[in-house]
């Protein structure tokens, strides 16, 4: 960041200040997430004593998301930053650094097991191969009932005075997360192994798959900012039509032309839309978490009993 951008952030910082007064930051603190799920863990978990800003909103994709001057004015306001961790934006600490942010940062996924991708592979900078990491982990309610543990932690450290509320919030979320995953276990449970197989438009299912025993498969990689390659679509357009699958879905974030063509050379429908990167717009199916698993669930429930 520029001398002179940073003179006009500090600036641009000041006079919110003046507009805003000095009671807001005193009524709610101020916390900022990275994207949108994490944001709605953050409102969940600090209630009323909370104002969250998200970088990342609805329906965006934060594997290719740029920054911009507004994000940085955000982070420098905020006492606490939180962030999903596992490689999945990378951007958000740069971003705090540039902006000179002196407050605390929480990853969220911090003690979650990570899901390596085993067929998704990269080069280090000296040439050899290794797997990358999962970063979708919030994709099991198990993994999220450490998010918020970890959130509501860091919320009371901000925050000593709420650390009643925010405990008494983390637990009620918990028992929510609990009935969520017996539920999804419950769904997938009727439906025939042989049968728990799906088409998507990117590998974000991993620690889902691995939760519910369903199989995911993707022409895309773990992020979405690369086209997979026409022998790849062919390959996966010969297993659809040799296994029969019938699941196929695109995510709310991702260019749909891709998996619609897919379907189309495949001869299957193309089912309604996923949300697994980003909530969706406020008053559609998907805009908490617990309504984004719900949809999730049910939508891939239906398709995989059409196989």
């Known amino acids: 960041m520029s001398r002179v951008f940073?003179?006009?952030?500090?600036?641009?910082?000041?006079?919110?200040?003046?507009?805003?007064?000095?009671?807001?930051?005193?009524?709610?603190?101020?916390v900022v997430a990275s994207f949108s799920i994490l944001g709605d863990l953050v409102r969940v978990v600090g209630g009323e004593r909370?104002?969250?800003?998200?970088?990342?909103?609805?329906?965006?994709?934060?594997?290719?998301?740029?920054?911009?001057?507004?994000?940085?004015?955000?982070?420098?306001?905020?006492?606490?930053?939180?962030?999903?961790?596992?490689?999945?934006?990378?951007?958000a600490q740069k971003l705090a650094q540039?902006?000179?942010?002196?407050?605390?940062?929480v990853t969220a996924s911090q003690g979650v097991k990570p899901r390596a991708m085993a067929a998704e592979k990269g080069h280090?900078?000296?040439?050899?191969?290794?797997?990358?990491?999962?970063?979708?982990?919030?994709?099991?309610?198990?993994?999220?009932?450490?998010?918020?543990?970890?959130?509501?932690a860091a919320l009371s450290k901000a925050d000593p005075a709420g650390s009643a509320v925010y405990q008494a919030n983390t637990d009620a979320y918990v028992k929510d997360l609990q009935t969520l995953d017996a539920w999804a276990k419950a769904?997938?449970?009727?439906?025939?192994?042989?049968?728990?197989?799906?088409?998507?438009?990117?590998d974000a299912f991993g620690y889902f798959a691995a939760q519910y025993q369903v199989k995911f498969l993707a022409p895309q990689g773990v992020s979405t900012d690369a086209e997979p390659g026409a022998k790849e679509v062919a390959q996966l357009i010969r297993q659809i039509q040799r296994e029969k699958i019938r699941a196929v879905?695109?995510?709310?974030?991702?260019?749909?032309?891709?998996?619609?063509?897919?379907?189309?050379?495949?001869?299957?429908?193309?089912?309604?839309?996923?949300?697994?990167?980003?909530?969706?717009?406020?008053?559609?199916?998907?805009?908490?978490?617990l309504k984004l698993m719900r949809h999730n669930v049910t939508q891939l429930a239906l398709g995989m009993r059409a196989n």
């Open 6 to 30: 940073r003179k006009l952030l500090a600036a641009g910082i000041a006079g919110a200040a003046l507009l805003s007064g000095a009671s807001f930051a005193a009524d709610k603190l101020p």
């Open 50 to 91: 909370v104002s969250v800003t998200t970088l990342v909103g609805p329906d965006e994709d934060a594997h290719v998301f740029e920054p911009r001057p507004a994000d940085a004015k955000a982070i420098v306001q905020s006492r606490l930053l939180v962030v999903n961790g596992l490689g999945f934006e990378p951007w």
């Open 187 to 202: 769904q997938f449970t009727a439906i025939p192994a042989a049968r728990r197989k799906v088409i998507t438009s990117h």
């Open 124 to 152: 280090d900078n000296k040439g050899r191969q290794h797997e990358e990491t999962d970063p979708h982990a919030w994709q099991n309610p198990d993994n999220v009932v450490l998010y918020v543990r970890n959130i509501s």
């Open 98 to 105: 540039s902006a000179g942010y002196k407050g605390q940062t």
């Open 249 to 289: 879905f695109v995510e709310n974030m991702s260019n749909p032309r891709l998996l619609a063509q897919l379907g189309k050379d495949a001869g299957v429908t193309v089912g309604p839309a996923l949300y697994v990167d980003a909530l969706s717009a406020t008053g559609s199916p998907a805009d908490s978490y």
